[in-house]
């Protein structure tokens, strides 16, 4: 394949994953409390203006959760607490409170287990009285209602810590939010560890039904599997495409078939073809967890193995963006992408560039603390890209500086 087709070809696929799916739906960057978050080991933000939501739980009565932050004299730093619409938390409000340099002495007390220094004060900040408004958040379509919010000028430079407790010993989940800069980022399987929030503290969530998970695994793998590419290249640039290149039924061919009035609708439609299904599955049906591994997986191995084409189908790139995009929106095909990119820099070896970007997304969900599914799908989905390319990567990575 020629260098400037593959590089058009890649920066296309880039910019149609980051198009598609890099538009905000979150005011905040999503993170949950995977591990307790008490006075000695608080959770560290690293920018109080930039918003961040941590979806946090009260475990037990005597749970204290404490986040902490730099701040500086005249910052302004917003604070914000929501309780998810949980049955059983409808009178559920935690208290709230900000301790730092400067800030006044005395008031209220605080949990036994939060310590205060010397040059500490604290503000105290009970939930409002009355019945709380709600809101309702349309892309994970979820309602909660809102509690505390406050802006604070912060009086001095140092360390801030704010501390969520109830003082009755009541257990519960929360939000506790900081900041209103929006920035994309956030924990890449939110989506997916929300459904287990959003169930009563100790309740385990419900498992999709097995039909469910069959039904839509069944979809993805039929959507997975139409050649579009092949598809497009008859009708655009009325020729097979598997007679180009490297016999590849994908959206390269596509485009050393017809130009990028071939390649373009090509790859955009390998793409959707991943992404579509398990989006659907995700946000629509609500399965995730271990019961989104076959689904997540059924429109890459259609596409390698579509039976349009007696089982021979594509090397699966562009439909792993895809189904990435569905699984981790924004997140999976910015890291592809970037990774990508680098390779195509530094590699003249297609192959080894391909496996390089799946590989890196594979390492940013290790140090991200993505759970059992995503791991498990992002290893199969490996393992299927290097079957395809094992041809190409008897050749061995070749530099382009050397």
């Given at each position: 394949m020629k260098r400037p087709i593959l590089l058009r070809v890649l920066i296309a696929l880039f910019l149609t994953g980051a198009l598609l799916t890099a538009a905000p739906v979150w005011a905040h960057q999503p993170f949950f409390e995977e591990m307790d978050i008490p006075p000695d080991q608080p959770w560290r933000i690293a920018d109080p203006s930039i918003s961040t939501a941590i979806y946090a739980t009260l475990e037990s009565p005597q749970d204290v959760d404490v986040f902490a932050f730099d701040g500086r004299a005249g910052q302004e730093v917003y604070v914000f607490i929501?309780?998810?619409?949980?049955?059983?938390?409808?009178?559920?409000?935690p208290t709230m409170a900000l301790i730092g340099p400067g800030l006044p002495k005395g008031g209220e007390a605080l949990p036994s287990a939060v310590p205060i220094a010397g040059e500490e004060g604290t503000e105290v900040i009970p939930p409002p009285a009355g019945v709380p408004s709600t809101f309702f958040e349309p892309f994970t379509r979820t309602s909660y209602w809102e509690r505390q919010e406050r802006t604070f000028t912060l009086?001095?430079?140092?360390?801030?810590r704010a501390v969520v407790w109830h003082p009755e010993g009541r257990v519960g989940r929360y939000v506790f939010t900081v900041g209103r800069a929006e920035r994309l980022g956030g924990d890449p399987a939110f989506v997916a560890k929300l459904r287990r929030y959003w169930t009563p503290v100790g309740t385990p969530p419900p498992e999709p039904p097995i039909g469910m998970v069959l039904l839509w695994t069944v979809l993805g793998f039929f959507s997975g599997s139409l050649p579009f590419s092949v598809w497009v290249g008859r009708l655009v640039a009325r020729a097979d495409v598997r007679r180009y290149g490297d016999g590849n039924p994908g959206a390269a061919n596509a485009w050393r078939a017809g130009g990028w009035k071939a390649g373009v609708p090509a790859l955009l439609l390998d793409y959707l073809k991943g992404s579509v299904p398990v989006a659907l599955a995700r946000f629509g049906a609500g399965i995730d967890g271990w019961g989104l591994v076959p689904v997540a997986l059924a429109p890459v191995l259609g596409h390698a193995f579509s039976p349009f084409l007696r089982f021979r189908g594509g090397k699966a790139i562009a439909t792993t963006f895809g189904v990435w995009s569905g699984l981790t929106l924004w997140v999976g095909p910015t890291v592809m992408g970037?990774?990508?990119?680098?390779?195509?820099?530094?590699?003249?070896t297609d192959a080894w560039s391909a496996v390089f970007g799946v590989f890196v997304l594979g390492v940013y969900l290790l140090l991200a603390g993505a759970l059992g599914p995503l791991l498990a799908i992002w290893a199969a989905n490996l393992a299927l890209v290097l079957w395809k390319h094992r041809r190409d990567l008897r050749t061995p990575p070749r530099l382009r500086f050397l």
């Open positions: 929501v309780i998810p619409q949980i049955p059983g938390q409808e009178d559920f409000a009086p001095a430079d140092g360390l801030y970037l990774a990508l990119t680098l390779a195509i820099a530094l590699n003249r």
